[in-house]
């Protein structure tokens, strides 16, 4: 009897509920409208049998689907977020589903200047003969990390509809507000009870990942001196300028995220807020080493220092806080859990590729939370942008290196 995989249906429907976080709220969620997804998917949970299945105030969707076998296993998690990115709009997302895709660009129709482009999306041109999903041009799509809850739901509906196959208890997470930073700020780790997880927020089919970047924020304060300008010859500093000097001070061919790749860490100016007497500048601040992140720190320092000495009226202060950290520096000390999904891969025909994220995951703290945590493509590519594409293909592919890897834990 084929599997009737129920992925592509359900990740139409998810993306079509606005989910978008709110950098600027001091809630949690962010957003209230981010609970209508989780609603739902604590329903369709239940429906599952999946009986524990709940929301809580916070946002943070728990469910549990029992073991069936009498071996005593680690208990593991699934987890990806219903949060979408404020960098594009969320609001009446149109998926668009383009069958058989045979190489050329995708216009999409409700603004034809934004085109997907296998020339700029590499990946796309492997991607001959799936049914590629976009937006209509006017949104994102969402399969940051839309795709990720569909794969988990439908890889539960599967174990559940399948008892035969045999596996230790798989605890089931959904949470709000990654795409801001806080993931996991609310989250109950007793009530989880899980030993490991595994978060479905990657790209490229076949594609694990066991490091992130290192990061901190850091957010320079410069107090000026104001005058007015008709009268200001000789004694006006302005902290505007300042700001300005601070960040054209940046090097231009290293410690830039236009400039590095690969390992290579970078200092970058997010956000400028101010007037002429009193002027922010946000940072973040990246690495693959803590060491070095911290070298980076000293040099935003230094180079600040330097420009000030021109300013004898005017100060500056640097405060640097620890955002989160490298999980290689956890994972390092439990290889199976990642060498467990290259195996799960394998057994469904893909060619796993374990990388680095240049950037963080939920991953990320949850190791440092004590829940080591490597990231599983959920097969979205062009994330936080209008350009945003998945194919069916690859998600059924993410579904099956689930049902692969809750056997695999279960066998070893």
């Known amino acids: 009897m084929p599997i009737i995989h129920t992925v592509s249906e359900r990740f139409l429907r998810y993306v079509q509920i606005d989910t978008q976080s709110d950098p600027k709220s001091e809630t949690c969620p962010s957003t209230m409208k981010q609970k209508n997804l989780s609603k739902l998917l604590v329903q369709e949970l239940l429906d599952m049998g999946i009986n524990d299945a ?13 073991s069936n076998t009498d ?8 987890c990806s977020h219903v949060d979408t990115a404020p960098d594009a709009s969320g609001t009446n997302v149109k998926p668009i589903v383009h069958k058989n895709y045979d190489g050329r660009v995708l216009v999409l129709p409700d603004d ?37 809850i569909a794969e988990i739901m439908d890889a539960a509906a599967h174990l559940m ?25 609310k989250l109950d780790v007793e009530r989880l009870n899980a030993d490991f997880v595994y978060t479905m927020d990657g790209e490229e089919a076949g594609s694990v990942e066991d490091e992130t970047f290192s990061a901190d924020g850091a957010v320079i304060t410069i107090t000026g001196v104001s005058q007015h300008p008709g009268y200001a010859k000789g004694k006006m500093e302005s902290a505007i300028k300042i700001a300005a000097e601070i960040v054209e ?25 101010g007037l002429i007497e009193g002027t922010t500048i946000e940072f973040i601040i990246r690495d693959f080493d803590d060491d070095k992140l911290a070298e980076h720190g000293v040099f935003l320092r230094k180079l600040m220092d330097k420009v000030m000495e021109k300013y004898p009226g005017s100060q500056a202060k640097l405060e640097i806080t620890e955002q989160y950290r490298n999980m290689k520096n956890v994972l390092k000390d439990y290889p199976h859990v990642t060498e467990y999904v290259m195996e799960a891969m394998t057994r469904v025909g893909l060619k796993p590729q374990k990388g680095s994220i240049r950037g963080g995951t939920d991953g990320s703290r949850l190791s440092f939370m004590g829940l080591p945590a490597p990231n599983i493509f959920a097969a979205g590519h062009a994330f936080h942008s209008k350009q945003e594409w998945v194919t069916i293909q690859d998600m059924e592919l993410a579904v099956k290196t689930i049902v692969q890897l809750v056997q695999i834990w279960e066998e070893k």
């Open 161 to 185: 509809a399948h008892p035969a196959i045999k596996h230790g208890t798989i605890k089931i997470l959904f949470t709000p507000d990654e795409e801001i930073g806080r993931g996991v700020d």
């Open 249 to 273: 001070a940046l090097p231009k061919d290293r410690l830039s995220p236009e400039t590095t790749s690969g390992k290579e860490g970078f200092i970058h100016p997010t956000r400028i807020n």
């Open 71 to 78: 071996k005593k296993i680690p208990t593991i998690c699934f």
């Open 54 to 66: 709940a929301l809580d105030e916070h946002g943070y969707v728990y469910a549990t689907i029992p």
């Open 112 to 148: 034809t200047s934004v085109k997907v482009d296998p020339a700029q999306h590499k990946d796309l041109g492997k991607k001959i003969g799936h049914d590629v999903i976009t937006a209509s041009g006017k949104t994102l799509l969402g399969a940051d990390d839309k795709a990720g």
